[in-house]
């Protein structure tokens, strides 16, 4: 079995001995070649293979034919030329300020020309990229490469001041590009966000923007196809690790997790690489790409403009409003969230040209909403886990529903604007992680799934979930489909509770539940206190 190559963005490396799994993607390096257009720009969210896929692309130009001999671009009628690459990794150079940035950039094309034999003495950064892009091409056309450009930007935004600094001396170098171009074969722009509509590449004008391009769908990320060809092995030895789960079991775990976002008007979906390859390297469903560096600066804008947040089941947009960043005062949060990958397409509307958005996954549902509630609710005494462990251990519901409703009430109405039962249910699931406690959610039985089970001490607590009902027909329906049935004859009494949300009033409406005994027979009625 093939190792996984998790966190490797050497094409190399990982194609150099037939070791690692390789989802291939050399056709869209052929595709782009033949298109003919040759300045592009892509932009995805971080860890979405977009550095691999410039990695492959210099190993490509350079010539190194022999090491893709397994993949589609060998069987092209690629010609091979070899063209010198200038390769720039924005996301390793500093920017904490203008000075960083323009010191680091400088000391980083210094470095590329002392490796090709290039004296890069000059009065500024553009001057020394005209001469190092000018010395190169004598060899061949030059292939230029961007990885993370706006990373000087987005570390940035809680000092408008150094990322309008940093914004202008990035306009400057790009703009150095557009002269340059009889000198170069491709470029390749990469990033999380664009921030076109304030100028920084105003100067680059004939950048191809293949974003939300149909063709390049695929482009990075797994396909489902991809999904189940590669990793066969890896789900098998899954399978065999956990007695009694099937392969499809899996492949829909994996697919519920990480698959589900969507790129443009093609209903093409891909699954998020990193989490996908984490998810085969452990076995287990996780938030592998949110625990890699939650944005601090998607929550700082949320922060900064709260009644600007967007509901969690989705909004609509046109295609300019998702692709430009129009200001880096007061960003789009729409925009915002869905170039980071928080947001995906989840349908196209082709008579409004519209997108409709959403959350693409579990993974990004349950991490992002947890995120939500630690940094929305902190003036609450929402984290005193002892106080509400012993609520719970006397049955005193009222406690944990009462901080439950200063909780939700402490979010703006956005988030609920048509906001479906999902949502308040996990909503509700992070601000029981915030208590202390570790909810299981939709947990399967013969009958149907359990919303939330809440394992304590000395007992089990089984929660039904409604919106805009009642909470004695959540309760009905535990009672009726005998949610509680697993959990008898285990020494704990169950504790069985309906509650209802209201979308009117953005909250809990009302709660009921019984205690049952460990037999599971009815001891007592749970109900909120009257008085």
């Known amino acids: 079995m093939k190792k996984l190559p998790i966190g490797i963005q050497s094409i190399k490396k990982i194609l150099s001995n037939d070791e690692y799994v390789y989802v291939d993607k050399t056709g869209f390096v052929n595709q782009l070649i033949d298109e003919g257009s040759p300045h592009y720009f892509l932009s995805r969210p971080r860890r979405f293979g977009k550095s691999l896929f410039l990695n492959t692309l210099e190993e490509v130009f350079k010539g190194n034919k022999e090491l893709f001999r397994e993949c589609e671009i060998y069987r092209s009628d690629y010609k091979w030329k070899k063209h010198p690459v200038i390769y720039l990794d924005f996301a390793q150079i500093s920017s904490n300020s203008y000075e960083d940035l323009s010191s680091g950039l400088k000391a980083e094309l210094e470095r590329m020309g002392q490796l090709h034999g290039i004296s890069l003495e000059g009065p ?302 996990a909503m509700l699931l992070s601000m029981l992680y915030g208590m202390g406690f570790e909810p299981l959610s939709e947990r399967s039985t013969n009958t149907g799934r359990i919303d939330v089970v809440l394992e304590m001490q000395k007992s089990t607590y089984i929660l039904e979930l409604k919106l805009d009902s009642k909470s004695e027909v959540a309760l009905e329906q535990i009672r009726k489909k005998e949610y509680f049935k697993p959990y008898t004859h285990k020494g704990k009494e169950i504790a069985i509770v309906g509650a209802n949300f209201s979308s009117e009033k953005r909250n809990i409406s009302d709660w009921n539940g019984d205690l049952l005994s460990e037999d599971g027979s009815f001891i007592k009625k749970l109900a909120p206190d009257k008085t």
């Open 124 to 425: 500024s950064i553009q001057f020394q990229l005209k001469v190092l892009v000018e010395s190169l091409s004598k060899k061949n056309r030059v292939v230029f490469l961007v990885d993370e450009y706006d990373s000087a930007i987005i570390n940035t935004l809680k000092d408008p001041e150094t990322s309008e600094k940093n914004r202008g001396l990035l306009k400057d170098f790009f703009s150095t590009l557009k002269s340059l171009d009889r000198y170069l074969e491709l470029t390749f722009i990469t990033g999380i966000s664009k921030f076109s509509h304030v100028s920084l590449f105003s100067g680059l004008n004939n950048l191809n923007d293949i974003t939300m391009d149909p063709k390049y769908a695929a482009i990075m990320g797994y396909t489902e196809e991809e999904v189940k060809r590669c990793f066969s092995e890896h789900v098998q030895a899954i399978v065999s690790e956990k007695n009694g789960v099937s392969e499809e079991e899996v492949f829909k775990e994996v697919q519920a997790w990480y698959n589900g976002y969507r790129f443009s008007k093609s209903k093409i979906c891909v699954y998020n690489p990193f989490s996908t390859l984490n998810f085969m390297n452990r076995k287990e469903a996780a938030g592998y790409w949110y625990s890699t560096g939650t944005p601090s600066f998607l929550i700082d804008e949320l922060k900064k403009h709260p009644k600007s947040m967007i509901s969690l089941d989705g909004t609509t947009a046109r295609e300019d409003e998702l692709t430009d960043i129009t200001s880096l005062e007061e960003i789009d949060l729409k925009a915002l969230m869905y170039q980071t990958g928080y947001f995906t397409i989840k349908d196209y509307n082709q008579i409004s040209k519209r997108y409709h958005l959403g959350l693409p996954n579990k993974e990004v549902r349950t991490a992002f909403l947890n995120s939500l509630v630690r940094n929305f609710t902190k003036n609450i005494d929402i984290r005193s886990s002892e106080k509400f462990v012993k609520a719970l251990e006397k049955y005193q519901l009222d406690i944990l529903f009462d901080q439950v409703k200063v909780g939700f009430s402490s979010f703006a109405y956005q988030v609920f604007a048509g906001a479906k039962e999902r949502t308040y249910q």
